[in-house]
């Protein structure tokens, strides 16, 4: 059995207002070109309210089991020592010939302490967040439709999210 990740980032994406695209460069103090500076990240803030974007993805294949989702982002802003970043997730799996049209399913989320109390992120570090899902709501080939966010009613930390990737995780046989 091995573990997968697929980037659920596609063109199909929809972000909500406020959260847009932006060179790592003109949000971070970033080295000189060519560097990460260059790359394209979804920047989501915190503004006092959940934060994100909807998309869709397909189950791969060789699914078997473990679903997970996994952001990867760098922080933008030194959090503070007991800071919280949240993450969070809703969705709708649908079968072929399933009913498509319904409301997201109930929120799944995933938080840490990142500042010193915590993991000892600093401004500017690569931060990872998994949030584990419920397994038996997914099965190969499966369209997931879904609302990603930063969850505002758990974070504390006030910087930005830089989002360089959102994959959903899973084992296969």
């Given amino acids: 059995m091995a573990t997968h990740r697929i980037d659920i ?3 199909g994406i929809l972000p909500d207002s406020g959260v847009f695209f932006d060179r790592i460069g003109n949000q971070i103090t970033a080295a000189v070109s060519p560097s990460i500076g260059d790359l394209l990240a979804m920047v989501i803030a915190n503004v ?3 934060q994100g974007f ?5 189950v791969p294949k060789n699914y078997v089991g473990a679903p997970k989702i996994v952001l990867r982002a760098i922080l933008d802003g030194a959090p503070g020592a ?14 072929n010939n399933g009913v498509a049209d319904g409301t997201f399913d109930a929120e799944e989320i995933a938080s840490a302490t990142i500042g010193t109390n915590g993991s000892g992120h600093s401004d500017e570090d690569e931060l990872e967040l998994s949030i584990t899902l419920t397994a038996g709501q997914y099965a190969v080939d499966n369209m997931v439709y879904y609302y990603f966010y930063l969850d ?3 974070a504390t930390y006030a910087g930005n ?7 959903f995780e899973y084992a296969d046989a």
């Fill in 9 to 11: 980032l596609g063109a």
């Fill in 48 to 50: 006092a309210a959940d």
């Fill in 54 to 58: 909807k998309g869709n993805f397909l």
């Fill in 82 to 95: 007991a800071d919280i970043a949240a993450i969070g997730l809703r969705k709708r799996a649908v079968a």
């Fill in 152 to 154: 505002d009613s758990v």
């Fill in 161 to 167: 999210l830089l989002v360089t990737g959102v994959y």
